[in-house]
C-alpha cells in the first residue's frame, strides 16, 4: 500500500477566495480537481494571501475564505483523500515566496500579462504584491514537489515562471524542486463572458449577466443564457467568427459530455432560443446539487473548521520538508 502510494504522482493547485467561483473557475479548473482524487496524490487550497494585491474588505473576506472553502467540498473535493487548505495557515508559503522573490529577475516579472492587466485596471494600487505574485504561486507549487498543476489557460504564464525559477534554484543547489507540467482541460480552459464573448469570463466583470456563478439558482442561470451575445446567423455550429455559439457550445460540451458535432446535430434546424435554453437548463442542472450541498456545509461551521485545521497541518508536514531543505542548501542556520 504505501509503495502504491509513493508512486502516485502529486498535484497542487488553488482559487483565490475572492468570491462565489464563476462558471469559468469551474469549468476550466474546479470541476477537474475531484476526479484526479483518486489517481493522484492532491492538495488543493484556498490561494488567500493571493487575494490581498487587491483591497479585501476584512468581515467580508474572512467570510469568503470559509464560504470558498466550503464551495471546493461541495465541488466534490473529498478532505478524507485530498488535503483542502487555507494558504495562509501554512506560513511555508509566505516564507518559500520571499526566498524565491530573490530568485527570480525584475525582468521576468515584468513581463506578466496578468500584471500588466491588473495594474491597468487598478492604477491606485500598484503594490509589489501584485508584482512578485508569481513567486509566491511558485512557492505553493513547488513546495509540494507537484507533478502536475490543474488550472484554466489564463495560468499557463505562471506555470512556466514556476518552472524557470525552479530551475534556475536547481542550476545553483543542485535538485531541489521537481519541475510541475500544467493540466489543462480541452473543453473549458478558457470561459468567456456571456456579454463579450471574445472576453474572458470573471467575476470582476461589472455586467451581471456576463458572467454565470456557481450558487446561481435555476431561474437566474437560464435567464443568464437567454441573455448571451451570439451572432446574426442561425446554426449552431463551432466556428470562426461566431465566438458566443462557440462559447455557449463549449460550455454545454463540458456539461453534457456531447462533442461539437453531436451538438449541432442536436440542434439542426432549431434556432439560437432553444439552444440557449438547453444550455441554461443542462448547467443550472449540473450545479444543482453544489448549490445543495454548499447549504448544508455552511450550516456545519464546526465541520469545516475542522476539516481546515487538519488540511493545513497535513500541508505543513508535506511542506516543510521542502522548505527544510531549500534553507539548507542555501546557508540558513536551521
Ligand atoms: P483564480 O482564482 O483566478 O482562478 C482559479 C482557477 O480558475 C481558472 N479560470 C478559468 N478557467 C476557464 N475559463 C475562465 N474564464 C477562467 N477564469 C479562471 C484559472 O485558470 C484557475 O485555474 N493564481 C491563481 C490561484 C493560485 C494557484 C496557485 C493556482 C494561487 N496559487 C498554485 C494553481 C497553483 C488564480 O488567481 O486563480
Redesign the pocket.
Known amino acids: 500500500m504505501e509503495m502504491q502510494n509513493q508512486k502516485k504522482k502529486s498535484i497542487?493547485?488553488?482559487?483565490?477566495p475572492?468570491g462565489v467561483f464563476?462558471l469559468?473557475?469551474y469549468?476550466?479548473?474546479?470541476k477537474n480537481w475531484a476526479p484526479m482524487q483518486d489517481e493522484f496524490d492532491c492538495a488543493y487550497?484556498i490561494?488567500d494571501l493571493?487575494a490581498i494585491t487587491v483591497r479585501q474588505d476584512p468581515k467580508q473576506f474572512r467570510e469568503q475564505i470559509l464560504s470558498c472553502y466550503a464551495l471546493l467540498l461541495s465541488c466534490g473535493i473529498d478532505p478524507q483523500k485530498s488535503i483542502v487548505f487555507i494558504?495562509s495557515q501554512n506560513p511555508d508559503h509566505a516564507q518559500l515566496g520571499w526566498v524565491l522573490d530573490c530568485y527570480t529577475q525584475f525582468g521576468e516579472l515584468s513581463r506578466m500579462t496578468q500584471f500588466k492587466d491588473k495594474s491597468a485596471k487598478h492604477p491606485e494600487n500598484i503594490n509589489a504584491g501584485l508584482f512578485t505574485?508569481p513567486s509566491?504561486?511558485a512557492a505553493?507549487?513547488l513546495l509540494y514537489q507537484a507533478d502536475l498543476?490543474?488550472?484554466?489557460?489564463?495560468?499557463t504564464q505562471?506555470l512556466e515562471i514556476t518552472r524557470t525559477i525552479a530551475g534556475r534554484f536547481n542550476g545553483i543547489y543542485g535538485n531541489t524542486f521537481k519541475l510541475p507540467e500544467g493540466y489543462i482541460p480541452k473543453a473549458?480552459?478558457?470561459?468567456?463572458s456571456l456579454a463579450e464573448p471574445t472576453k474572458?469570463?470573471?467575476k470582476s466583470d461589472e455586467n451581471p449577466n456576463a458572467c454565470i456563478l456557481i450558487l446561481d439558482d435555476k431561474d437566474k442561470v437560464v435567464k443568464k443564457f437567454k441573455r448571451a451575445v451570439t451572432d446574426s446567423e442561425m446554426e449552431v455550429r463551432y466556428g470562426e467568427g461566431k465566438d458566443g455559439i462557440n462559447n455557449l457550445m463549449t460550455i454545454y460540451s463540458a456539461v453534457t459530455g456531447k462533442t461539437m458535432d453531436e451538438i449541432t446535430s442536436e440542434f439542426a434546424g432549431k434556432g439560437y432560443g432553444d439552444f440557449k435554453s438547453a444550455v441554461g437548463e443542462a448547467v443550472a442542472d449540473h450545479l444543482r446539487p453544489i448549490r445543495e450541498e454548499y447549504a448544508r456545509l455552511m450550516a456545519d461551521k464546526a465541520y469545516l473548521e475542522s476539516c481546515y485545521r487538519q488540511g493545513a497541518e497535513q500541508a505543513q508536514r508535506i511542506s516543510r520538508r521542502t522548505l527544510s531543505k531549500v534553507m539548507k542548501k542555501i546557508g540558513f542556520i536551521l
Do not use: C, E, F, R
Open positions: 497542487l493547485s488553488g482559487i483565490q475572492t464563476t469559468g473557475n469549468l476550466g479548473a474546479v487550497m490561494a493571493h494558504q505574485y509566491l504561486m505553493d507549487i498543476v490543474p488550472v484554466g489557460a489564463d495560468q505562471h473549458g480552459a478558457k470561459i468567456m474572458k469570463m470573471s
